[in-house]
Every structure is written in C-alpha cells, then in structure tokens.
C-alpha cells in the first residue's frame, strides 16, 4: 500500500488520521493570541501487545492514545504543554497554560534575529506495513504458544513480549508548515532460562514489518543459548579478547551516536567524546578504527524511520564516521544560518548503520586462543563524558573460547570499558545486521575486539 492510499483508506483508522490530524492542529493555531508563534505536534498511537513470563501470559491488550504537545513562542520565551485529549475545550485551556508559562519564562537574547520557520521536503520511507497492522490479538496469542511450546518441551521457563504498533506522526507551525507520517512497528523479544535459575538465552529482533520477523529463530536461539549456558563456571576479571554479538555491539557503542552525543554545539562547548578542548570539536580527526563507517537515512530499507522530528526538522542523509575520521556533528538550522552560513540543520535521529567486514562469528571463535563470546549487555551507563568510560552487566550467554572452540559457559560479569576503546581495538568484523533496538532502528557488525575490560563479577543471570 502506497503513502497516499494510507491517508485515503485510514481515515477512520485505530490512531487519528491526516485529516483528523489537521483539524486538531488547526484548532490549537487559530486559539493562539497575543503575537508570537505556536506551534503542535502529535503523535497518535495504536499498539496491541501480549507479555508472558514462566511459559503463562501476563498481560495482552490494545492500546491507544493521543500524545499532543502545545507550544508558544514569544520574543524567544517558550512554553509547552501535553496533553492526550483533543475536545475543543482541552485544546483551548492547553493554549492558555501555554501562554500563562510564557510569562515565566525568561526571553531569548537572539530574539532579535529571527529565524522564520523553513519547512523542507521531507523523504517518504517505506515504513507501512500490513502485517503489523493487521496481527490481531488471537494471532498474537496464537505466536506466543508457539514460542513458549517449545521452551515447555524442553523443560524450561520463557518470557517475552511480542508488540505491533502503527502511528501518525503530525506537526504544524503558526507560520503555515504542515507535516504528517503514518508508520508501523513491530518487535518480538523472548528469555528462555532453566528452572533452577543458572542459565539462561535471549534474542529479539525489531522492524516496522511483522512479516520480515522470524518469530520461531528467535525462539530457537533463545532456546539454544540457555542449552549451553547451563552449569557456568567463574573466571577471573581482567581484560579478555571479546567476540561481542551485533546486539551486545549494538548495547555498548551506541551511546556515541545519540543525538546528545552527536551535538556540534556540546562539543564545542566542551562537552562529550567529540570535544578538542577550546572551544573546537574533532570534526576531521580520526576517532574509530579506519574500517569503521557510520551513516544515518531514513530511506535506508533496513532500518526506515519516520523522516523528520519532534519539532519538525527534517531528517537528512547523514555520514558521521567515514573510515574512522568524524566528518560531521549535529546542528540545528539556526546553528547552520549563522555559524555556516547553510539554510538547513543537520540533525541527529539516533538511528544509526555501521559499516562492517565478512567475518562470520565461527571464524572469529576459529582465531581466539582464549577470549569471552558475549551475548549482549544490560544496564550500560556513561561513567565520563569525555572518555565515554562505561559500566553494565554481560547478560543471557558467556562463553568461554579455548583454542579456537566454546569450550564452557561463564558467570557474567561487570564491565567497565569506552566504547571509544572498543572501536579503536578491533581485530575483526562481521555483516552488518538489524538488532533490537525499537526507538532507534541500528544496523551494526558483530565485532571482535582485544582487550576489554571486565571489571568484576556479577550474581545476575
């Protein structure tokens, strides 16, 4: 089904359509007094979902909402409001709280130099799927059988959570910029882990199309991993050879891709792992292994997202890591218009695709005379902007390789390791490969990596 058929047939749809969208809006604009700008954007959602935990359902159920965000902007003092009601009555007080905060709000010096609203020609990916759409609740509870069975056969626990959602996505701007973009997403998640507690196998795996999700290989894999994680034996901290899973590439290194992360203002302010110092952010330096290639595109058919932001602000192709080198940061359009002398911002989505090599991860284990296999990590957070220092925990598969071979599973452990590090001591790396990461579609390599560092031992399965 094409973009424009969307709009046509889903007028009555589950989430509010293009028509129903603008109407809201307009309602919101037409209530604004007192000069100034205004300004809404929403974000109408349905979701159907079904959760389970030790092979039984938990939770199952559709969900819809409305996410509506007023703004108004006067000499350069701001104010917003959400709400998730839009009765003529809600949307009208929602202006008025909006102004009301505007008064306590302190001016913009720059407020002199104003920048009218561009609205740029936006990308149309291909990020409507059917079969995301149309999984009902029976079919979902119909899949999670299935994927519990064959846990229950082999005599462990599952847990999971399959979820399909599509969404519109609305913005408007006083000054006549309109914007609307339906999507779809999907995501099936499941934990396999023995009676006793001392194993335990995860997968998951996301996409705007249920149809591209092999529910059952997610199964067996989970299934697998808690096979050959039973009986762990500890190891010692220190720094080990690590074959990291595209997923545990994915939890580690993506801190260094946010939109926080990515800001050109931050660095050269001296913030964050981007930062020369005096006032200069490493813009043409070599930051990563000289194999390492970072792009963001919304029209990139691995990894679709919706083409443009929050406030509107239109998602470009973007390259920030071209072999190695940081060749650009994120920045707004009024960062572009004065500092370089461009009409448009370059902002950061958080969805990212990484170059990668052709190692499988057979051969990676083939060429490690002792290293750990990780399956993932859990609880990563940043210990030091600057350094990107890290810490978390190795989750749901740890092996040893002895000589080529997996020889045990392991206890996991702390880590305390910079993704930094990590992509300037690569020996290896995999085919770039979709993970779980549902806000921020990622594409990433399975990695090989000297030296990283596991810090301490964990109790956690």
Avoid at 278 to 306: A, E, H, L, N
Wanted: net charge neutral; glycine share 8%; charged share 20%.
């Amino acid at each position: 089904m094409t973009h424009s058929n969307f709009l046509i047939q889903f007028s009555d749809s589950r989430f509010l359509s293009i028509q129903e969208c603008e109407d809201v809006a307009r309602k919101v604009i037409n209530s604004a007094s007192g000069g100034g700008k205004a300004g809404v954007h929403i974000l109408a959602y349905w979701s159907g979902n079904i959760r389970w935990s030790r092979n039984i359902v938990n939770t199952s159920g559709d969900i819809r909402n409305n996410h509506i965000t007023v703004t108004r902007n006067i000499r350069g003092a701001r104010g917003a409001v959400q709400l998730n009601r839009f009765d003529d009555t809600s949307l009208r007080v929602s202006v008025e709280r909006a102004e009301r905060l505007v008064e306590s709000s302190s001016e913009d010096v720059d407020a002199d130099l104003p920048i009218p609203y561009f609205q740029e020609v936006h990308s149309k990916p291909a990020i409507w799927s059917e079969s995301s759409y149309n999984l009902s609740a029976q079919e979902r509870a119909s899949i999670m059988r299935r994927l519990a069975q064959s846990s229950i056969e082999s005599g462990f626990q599952s847990a999971g959570y399959v979820e399909v959602s599509a969404a519109g996505q609305a913005v408007m701007h006083q000054d006549g910029a309109w914007m609307y973009y339906p999507f779809t997403s999907a995501q099936c998640s499941i934990t396999v882990r023995s009676k006793d507690g001392s194993a335990s196998g995860w997968a998951g795996i996301d996409s705007h199309d249920w149809g591209s999700i092999n529910a059952d290989r997610i199964s067996a894999i989970a299934l697998e991993k808690c096979r050959t994680s039973m009986n762990p034996v500890r190891l010692e901290p220190g720094r080990y050879t690590a074959i990291l899973e595209p997923q545990a590439v994915s939890d580690f290194v993506s801190s260094l891709f946010l939109p926080k992360t990515l800001d050109r203002i931050r660095a050269e302010l001296n913030h964050g792992p981007y930062t020369q110092g005096d006032g200069f952010s490493k813009i043409g330096q070599q930051v990563f292994d000289g194999r390492i290639t970072v792009r963001t595109d919304c029209m990139d058919p691995d990894m679709g997202f919706p083409p443009f932001s929050y406030s509107g602000t239109v998602y470009n192709p973007a390259t920030w890591v071209e072999n190695g080198t940081l060749v650009n940061l994120a920045y707004s359009r009024s960062y572009a218009i004065h500092n370089l002398w461009l009409t448009k911002g370059l902002p950061a989505s958080g969805a990212y695709r990484m170059s990668g090599g052709s190692t499988a991860i057979e051969d990676m284990i083939a060429t490690t005379k002792r290293g750990l296999l990780v399956t993932r990590f859990w609880g990563v957070g940043i210990l030091d902007e600057f350094s990107m220092l890290s810490t978390g925990f190795t989750r749901d598969g740890l092996w040893l390789i002895e000589h080529g071979k997996v020889t045990k599973a392991v206890r996991n452990f702390r880590i305390t390791e910079s993704p930094l590090h990590t992509l300037n001591n690569i020996e290896q790396l995999g085919i770039p490969q979709r993970v779980f990461r549902p806000e921020f579609p990622t594409i990433v390599p399975a990695i090989k990596v000297r030296d990283f560092g596991f810090s301490g031992l964990s109790d956690a399965i």
